[in-house]
Nanobody, 117 residues
Framework: QVQLVESGGGLVQAGGSLRLTCSFYGSTASMYDMDWYRQAPGKTRDLVASISPDGSLAYSDSVSGRFTISRDNAKNTVYLQMNSLKPEDSAVYYC???????????WGQGTQVTVSS
């Protein structure tokens, strides 16, 4: 079975940092674009950052300059370094693997990030 597991969430003060980790099990992560999404209560689930197998990067305007996505294909692991956190960053953060050739996509269970003011 394929499984994505997020870790690294928690409670942090505004201006602080967290590093989220997404571990991919059961397949080869190099066949997928790896994304981080987030969803706050009452809001839609929005794309935060994306990284392709060759390292191409994309960020939402709301996090550009503060967050950094990276991946280690050998370890089937993706990271999201979050700096200068704001209360509006509070959400459940989800890792998503998007198959590049029409196969199924996979979601992790999510990890809670809470930023206090």
């Amino acid at each position: 079975q394929v499984q994505l597991v997020e870790s690294g969430g928690g409670l942090v003060q505004a201006g602080g940092s967290l590093r989220l980790t997404c571990s991919f099990y059961g397949s080869t992560a190099s066949m997928y674009d790896m994304d981080w999404y987030r969803q706050a209560p009452g809001k839609t689930r929005d794309l935060v950052a994306s990284i392709s197998p060759d390292g191409s990067l994309a960020y939402s305007d709301s996090v550009s300059g503060r967050f950094t996505i990276s991946r280690d294909n050998a370890k089937n692991t993706v990271y999201l370094q979050m700096n200068s956190l704001k209360p509006e960053d509070s959400a459940v953060y989800y890792c998503k693997a998007e198959h590049l050739s029409g196969g199924p996509d996979y979601w992790g269970q999510g990890t809670q990030v809470t930023v206090s003011s």
